[in-house]
Structures are given as structure tokens and as C-alpha cells.
């Protein structure tokens, strides 16, 4: 197992997974979409997450999409740009394995998501336990992922992220919440918020991560201490999403928030295509996409999916991400 990529603040996508007409994982479009993305400046990869179908997989099949996105980062030059595996268990010991799994596979950290199994028990004490337990058993650092609304609701308080970020190896959360007051209480109490508003600050120094889960509240993140964004919508259009985040971390903010307007605008529409649409938007524009995994929706009539990758909203924005 090589040593872990420094984590580092920008703009990181939670990339779709790709099957064969057999349903199988596809690793050579896998392999081709990250490093379009990495050409693109994007940060970071983030794998199996929502937009990834990670709950679909089956753990071998998880294996296999992390490796081939590691090769395929390595072998097109782009060996620096970090891979976060996501983990999507319901017990300790098998958030573990796959932690452990992803590590082996080439992963540099891992985005776990609550345990909702069990939701009624789902207090400040059962998420401790889910949380820690993980980290203290992941070979790689552990970033929380807090997004209600895949765990049936749960949704951490800040107190709680607090406690939780002392661990060692809990190194950031996620906020799909997206909750920008929550993000501002936990980058303003940790000890060092990693961002560009602190530059001096690094997770390899005991830096933390407040990462937004949308781009539409990116440069507001930014803005009370945040690292950057784990975007969705960066799949289609990630030159867009980076220009807002280079922008500020420049300190031209006046035309990061007029960029930011737009960009909120456009990851809300991009955000509301889903896995499914994303991957319909993907195969007109880019000429890869395909289907979703059962028991994912998927467009089956093909008038009705040209519509939705052709959306006037979607053809601007994909327009606009050409012409950078």
C-alpha cells in the first residue's frame, strides 16, 4: 500500500460509475471520465459516492472501480490527484473492510456516510460510535459525509462534527446538508480549518476539511473558512466549477460572487438531472454515459432522455464550460 496524496483544498468530483450493456463495471469509461476531469483542473476524484450508485455495488465491483481510477490517473500523468473512496456500510466492521478495501485499491481517504439501518437509534451516541470505530480502523484518513437526505434524515449537529473532528483520523465532513451556518461553526472551532482563507493550514498538519456538498453555496463556503466542494455537477461541468473556486482563492471576489450567482443557477438544474440524467447529459455531449443500476429510475424512452440532456439549461451550461 503506497503512501497517501496530500488532501488539499479545491474542487473535488464524485464521479459516476459506468457500466457495460451486460451491467458490469465499465473500467475503461471509468478510466477516460477521471482523467477528463483531472485535465479539466479538477482536485480530487471521489469515488462510489452518491453520483458513483456506491450503495449498488457489489464489494468486489467497488474494488474494481477504484483501481481503475487510479490507474488511470497514473497513467495519464496525473499521479498527484488524490482518489477519496466512498463507504456506505452499516456496521463498524464492515465500514472497516471496505475502508481497508479502498485503501488496497489505491484510495487515498475515505467518505463514509451515517449508518441509517437502524435510524431510531440513530442518536449523538450510536453516530460517535459508527464514526470513531471506522477511523480507528481505516488505514486512510476519514471524512464524514453528512447528507440527510440518503441516511433517512439524520443530520449531525455541529456539535457532534466537533467532537468528532478531535479524532486523528478524521480529517474533514462533507455537508450535503448543505447548511452553510453549520459548516461556519465547525471551520470557526476546530483548531486550524483547512482553506484558502488559511493557507497555512494542512491536513497532514492537523488541518480539517469543512467541505461544501453543492456548489451553489461554494464561494459562501469559502468565504466562513471552508476547503472547497465535493460537486456533482462537475461530472458535466467541472472548468465551471473551478474557475468560481480559483477566482476566490485569488482574491478576485467580487467576480468570484458574480461567478457564483451563475454557478448556483447552474448546479441546481445540473444537481435536479440525478445520476441518471447526468449520465444522459454525458453520452450527448461527451459521448459516454450509459444506464443506472437497478432499482435506479432509468429514462427508458428515448425521446423523453434527449429532452432531458438537451434541457436549454443543460446546453447553455455545457457552452459556456466549452468556451474556457
Known amino acids: 500500500m503506497s503512501p497517501t496524496r496530500p488532501l488539499v483544498p479545491g474542487v473535488w468530483c464524485p464521479v459516476s460509475t459506468f457500466y457495460t450493456a451486460t451491467d458490469d463495471i465499465d473500467t475503461a469509461t471509468i478510466g477516460k471520465h477521471v482523467v477528463r476531469l483531472a485535465s479539466a483542473g479538477i482536485t480530487g476524484i471521489v469515488t ?55 485503501a488496497v485499491a489505491g484510495a487515498d ?30 488505514p486512510v484518513p476519514v471524512i464524514i459525509y453528512n447528507f440527510p437526505g440518503v441516511t433517512g434524515g439524520i443530520d449531525m449537529s455541529s456539535e457532534l462534527l466537533l467532537e468528532l473532528s478531535t479524532h486523528p483520523n478524521i480529517v474533514g465532513t462533507k455537508f450535503t446538508c448543505g447548511n452553510s451556518g453549520k459548516l461556519a461553526r465547525v471551520a470557526g472551532g476546530v483548531p486550524s480549518a483547512v482553506g484558502p482563507l488559511n493557507p497555512g493550514a494542512s491536513v497532514a498538519e492537523g488541518g480539517y476539511m469543512c467541505i461544501a456538498g453543492m456548489a451553489d453555496f461554494l464561494t459562501q463556503a469559502l468565504s466562513v473558512g471552508g476547503a472547497g466542494v465535493i460537486s456533482g455537477p462537475a461530472n458535466i461541468v467541472p472548468k465551471t466549477v473551478v474557475r468560481v473556486y480559483k477566482l476566490f482563492a485569488a482574491g478576485n471576489y467580487a467576480e468570484a460572487f458574480a461567478a457564483q450567482r451563475e454557478l448556483s443557477r447552474s448546479d441546481y438544474e445540473l444537481t435536479n438531472l440525478g445520476p441518471e440524467g447526468t449520465k444522459l447529459a454525458l453520452e450527448r455531449y461527451f459521448g459516454y454515459g450509459g444506464h443506472v443500476r437497478r432499482p435506479m429510475r432509468r429514462v427508458e424512452d428515448a425521446v423523453a432522455a434527449a429532452e432531458i440532456a438537451g434541457a ?4 447553455k451550461d455545457v457552452a459556456f464550460e466549452r468556451s474556457l
Open 312 to 315: 436549454e439549461g443543460v446546453a
Open 109 to 138: 481517504a475515505v467518505l463514509v456516510v451515517a449508518a441509517s439501518y437502524f435510524r431510531s437509534f440513530a442518536d449523538a451516541t450510536y453516530l460517535k460510535d459508527y464514526f470513531t470505530g471506522i477511523a480507528d480502523g481505516s
Open 48 to 102: 462510489l459516492g452518491s453520483y458513483g450508485e456506491g450503495p449498488l455495488l457489489m464489494r468486489e465491483e467497488k474494488s474494481a472501480v477504484n483501481r481503475a481510477a487510479r490507474r488511470a490517473l497514473d497513467a495519464a500523468g496525473f499521479a498527484h490527484v488524490p482518489v477519496i473512496s466512498g463507504v456506505t456500510e452499516q456496521s463498524v466492521k464492515s465500514g472497516v473492510a471496505m475502508a481497508t478495501d479502498a
